[in-house]
């Protein structure tokens, strides 16, 4: 159940220098080495590749073609590409000259759209103002300035009134509506500026100045449409142009451009390169199963060069190692932090225990069955590449696009999928289905049959007549039952923080957390037998010797191990413990509120219609709010429980993640074809052409 991380080793590459991009190129399209920067100790006896006139190159061209693509209208296509050397690569990419004419019809297209914009706006703007009856050219004085403005109704008459006061200066010709009034104002020379934009700043008009356009509005209007269906033309024109290039050109430039992009970064990685005259050094980490299958491939395609295992006390990169079923949930662990490349990965740890928890504190088939469809749908939708949620209210669309992006909530939504079986299945255990308790029919259809030992009706009401486990009646065995589960949890975590540290020849951290199972089954048992009614004194009854033994043990262990720090969180195991008391207290939280829902609603199905039809909206407001509590409370505490009561015990984390040189091709294909055919093996097959050297 307990995995560790893929074994890494440090690994240093040493080969004749001749070969350097070809062994780069097997490590690219291999994929399993996590290039580092050169030790220190080797570093100083080697200095760093030059740039070359082809890496210069491969620069140069990449930005010119990521330009062109740009530009060009897409054109879908499923082809892939593999080119036989960078030769072949710049070869292509400069047959690509079009340049020229993309930039011709780009800039052409721009000028356009500034046409089209600038004669929509004037469109826009005339039909807002097509009131004012006479010719526009009449608002282009030499001796004046006109404006269109918008003033709110409310505060018309006051702006009026004070433009009164200047009626030889300015003119006014206005269009009162309901909200906002129209205005059409002039304003001769011998009008100050400032006392103008004072007049409009204090009554907050909005102003802009009239388009140099002649004609009435209705002529304009007309005139400019025509104009505007012109430049629509010549756009179509254009766009027609750009395509047939694209037709041409855009799968090339589709190709050339990845594989720039990746030529880019194997320059990238050979500039960075330890090189003497004669020979070239690099540096990384590789996964211990792909070691000789990578000693091997370089050894046959590019002579002389040698991997040598180095010794370090740096710490490995992560790279996860786990079962195809249980890979979801290594989001989670990424979330909370990396597993150190020697430490145990908890992810099956997770995967377990999170979908129990999370079932246990909904418990109710109706509940998880909802969210299990709607889990489903959420996955069919993206995964099916129908991303729109209208179905969804927005205003829980947008509350879940707000925390959670796409993929992420595709990743919930298969985390939440187990939780929900098992909560359906607790559910029948507790009778629970919108808090309403349905086994009784089907029990007494299986009584018919003969079938025995069912539960029996119960005398009460408001108690559940027919579960095999109610959460209300049997409160108090629930809570024993999460009290069994946090010692449980605990007592593994500490096991197996006792394995970390003798794996990592830490004796003393190894006592102290010995000191601390002992203390932590102590403190049950001394609390069991509290519960029971069982005698404290040791000379009445023995087997408190035992636990009196496990509680001061376990503190001596502590203080031996940890110091005086220990002592000082005794009360923390405890409330570790306890913390698990929260599985049944959700759970109980969840129940009440569907039993007072359901309550209310059925009150008022004996009263009136109106109160049916009150009953009825507070019973689907109240099931809608606890479905959606539903799928964050026990998800986020579920989570805590593991994060921190669990892992607390044994976990450090603060890894980082392996992250291998390569690129993951859409378009192109690599020189060197890698199937896989299982998790740990790797056959590499160089195509007929053996790689060159530039």
Known sequence: MVLKPVPMTRIAVLGLRKYSQAVVSILHDLQVVQLETLSKDVAALLRNERDSDTSRQVSDQLLRIRALRTVLPAIPFTESRRFESTQDLMKTAKSIDVDNEVASLEREKESLLTEIQETENNIKLVEEFTFFPEDFKVLQLSSANSYFGRIASEKFPDFKKALEEHKKDIFLYFKEEKKVTHLVIVVFSSFSPQTFANLIQSHDVKIESVPKLDGKPEVIIKSQKNILDSLYQKLKQIDKQLGEISKKHFRNIVYVEEQLEIENKKHEVIGNLGVTDDAFALEGWIPKPKLEQVKATLQKYSTGTTIYELETDEKPPTLFK?????????????????????????????????????????????????????????????????????????????????????????????????????????????????????????????????????????????????????????????????????????????????????????????????????????????????????????????????????????????????????????????????????????????????????????????????????????????????????????????????????????????????????????????????????????????????????
Request: net charge positive; glycine share 10%.
């Open 322 to 694: 786990n079962p195809k079923r249980f890979r979801l949930f290594e989001a989670f662990i990424r979330f909370y932090s990396i597993p150190q490349g020697r430490e145990f990965d908890p992810t099956i740890i997770f995967a377990i225990f999170f979908p129990i928890f999370y079932g246990l504190m909904i418990g109710d088939v109706g509940y998880c069955l909802v969210i299990l469809l709607v889990s489903l749908w959420v996955i069919r939708r993206v995964e099916g590449g129908k991303r729109n949620f209208t179905i969804m209210p927005k205003p829980l669309r947008s509350f879940a696009m707000l925390i959670l992006k796409k993929r992420q909530m595709v990743k919930l939504a298969k985390a939440l999928i187990p939780g929900c079986i098992i909560g359906i299945i607790l559910g029948f255990t507790f009778d629970l289905y919108f808090g309403f308790h349905l086994n009784g029919y089907l029990f007494d259809y299986l009584s018919t049959l003969g079938v025995t030992n069912l539960p029996v009706a119960g005398e009460t009401l408001n108690i559940p007549s027919r579960a095999f486990l109610d959460p209300i009646r049997d409160a108090g065995k629930l809570l024993v039952i999460s009290g069994y589960i946090g010692i449980g949890m605990i007592s593994f975590g500490l096991v197996l923080g006792i394995l970390n540290c003798i794996r990592e020849g830490e004796k003393r951290e190894a006592t102290g957390k010995v000191g601390w199972l002992a203390f932590s089954w102590g403190v049950v048992l001394f609390g069991l037998a509290i519960l029971r009614g069982q005698p404290m004194d040791p000379m009445t009854n023995s087997i408190m010797f035992a636990y009196f033994g496990l509680l001061i043990g376990g503190v001596v262990l502590m203080f031996v191990g940890e110091g005086i720090r220990a002592l000082m969180e005794l009360p923390s195991i405890v409330s570790h413990i306890l913390s698990y008391t929260r599985l049944i207290g959700i759970l109980l939280a969840s129940v009440i509120l569907a039993h007072t829902t359901d309550f209310i609603f059925l009150k008022a199905l004996n009263i009136s219609i109106p109160f049916i039809i009150l009953g009825t909206l507070i019973l689907l407001i109240g099931h809608t709010f606890n479905i959606v509590i539903g799928v964050f409370a026990p998800g986020i505490q579920g989570a805590r429980l593991i994060y921190v009561e669990f892992f607390s015990k044994f976990y450090r984390g603060n890894g980082r993640t392996f992250k291998p040189f390569g690129t993951i091709r859409k378009f192109t294909t690599d020189q060197y074809k890698i199937e896989s055919s299982n998790a740990d093996k790797i056959t590499v097959e160089v195509l007929e052409k053996k790689v060159k050297s530039p």
